[in-house]
């Protein structure tokens, strides 16, 4: 990676640049946010590809000392299964966020694609999410947005899955953080999030167990066109193995499940836990193809226009409201919903 002139002081990973062209050739745009671009581009020196994201530096006013301290973080994060924030420059106007170009599509595109899909599969592909989380939160990192659209195939060829999109993560324990803000997408939360109740990286075990009840049925766990009624479900961990879509599924497996999709976190597996199930560790998964069932539900309920929405956070912070979580909700919405407004800059290319 070519190299600017390095910050020394309060921000050392930022390079200087005038204009971030001498260094990239900038070429189609991959993806757009609120607040920023994902371009893909090649690093002129090199000839190597990149995806960067081009972040205005007004829209980051007033808070360059919490996003610097992030994405110092962020670069220490060095997992096969995890996307890999490469470098960030500095010109007078942007931050640019260099990432590695990951290819191999979405997590739901190649399912559907294929003609042959088992247990065993699924339980392949949670594996390495729960690997990749696992060595997150052994750095005391919680991603908070875990999802199928943030897992990503690194390229066409290989079956490696790679976790992406950091722009809610947090360090569990950081200064002035309890870890209570909202924050992630609804389906995906976990009900001490909804709650407003402190938590800790429960949250992401919540989620990988979501992750896995869909890649088993093609549908999530909780659905409902109304928020309040979804944050209900949500809260209660009210969902069920339907007939007929588990009826071919393993115990093994709804009992991997269930213990991820725990109401309360302390009896929840951790990611230790989840690695050293039969479903992952032994040889449990069936292999029956249930390709068939699991794509057509796919298609039907997690259409691109509906899945690549980005979490509404006023909304999700007026139904909480109604919901009267807590006599101190008042000014935790304040906070979250200020927080939101920041973190959901470096959401990386939905």
């Known amino acids: 990676m070519a190299r600017g002139n390095e910050e020394s002081v309060n921000g050392s990973w930022k390079k200087q640049v005038d204009d971030i062209k001498k260094i990239f050739d900038l070429k189609e745009i991959l993806g757009t946010g609120a607040f920023s671009e994902v371009v893909l581009a090649r690093e002129k020196t090199t000839g190597k590809m990149y995806a960067v994201k081009c972040i205005p530096k007004k829209a980051l006013r007033g808070k360059e000392s919490s996003i610097e301290n992030e994405i110092a973080v962020l670069r220490k994060i060095k997992h096969e299964n995890i996307v890999a924030l490469e470098d960030i420059y500095e010109s007078p106007d942007h931050l640019y966020l260099i990432m590695q170009l990951v290819s191999g599509g979405e997590l739901f595109d190649r399912i559907v694609e294929r003609g042959f899909y088992t247990e065993q599969d699924a339980s392949d592909l949670i594996k390495q999410v729960l690997n990749g989380v696992n060595y997150l939160h052994s ?56 709650a407003q109740k402190p938590y800790s990286k429960a949250v992401d075990c919540w989620s990988i167990g979501v992750i896995a009840y869909i890649l088993l049925c093609g549908y999530p766990p909780f659905y409902d066109e109304n928020d309040s009624k979804l944050f209900e479900q949500i809260l209660k961990a009210d969902y069920e193995f339907d007939s007929p879509y588990w009826d071919d599924i393993s115990d093994s497996a709804k009992d991997f499940i269930s213990n991820l999709m725990q109401k309360n976190p302390e009896k929840r597996f951790t990611c230790d836990e989840a690695l050293q199930h039969p479903w992952i560790a032994g040889d449990t998964a069936l292999r029956k193809n249930i390709h068939e069932s699991v794509s057509r539900q796919m298609k039907k309920n997690f259409a691109k226009a509906k899945w690549r929405q980005a979490f509404n956070a006023a909304a999700v912070i007026r139904h909480m409201k109604r919901l009267q979580l807590g006599s101190s909700l008042g000014s935790s919405l304040k906070v979250a919903s200020g927080y939101l407004c920041i973190v959901l800059l470096f959401i990386f290319c939905r």
């Open 139 to 194: 750095l005391g990192i919680v991603h908070r947005d875990l999802k199928p659209e943030n897992l990503l195939y690194f390229n066409q060829d290989e079956s490696k899955i790679m976790i992406s999109d950091f722009g809610l993560s947090k360090m569990e324990g950081a200064a002035n953080d309890i870890m209570s803000t909202a924050c992630g997408t609804p389906g995906y939360v976990a009900p001490e999030v909804l």
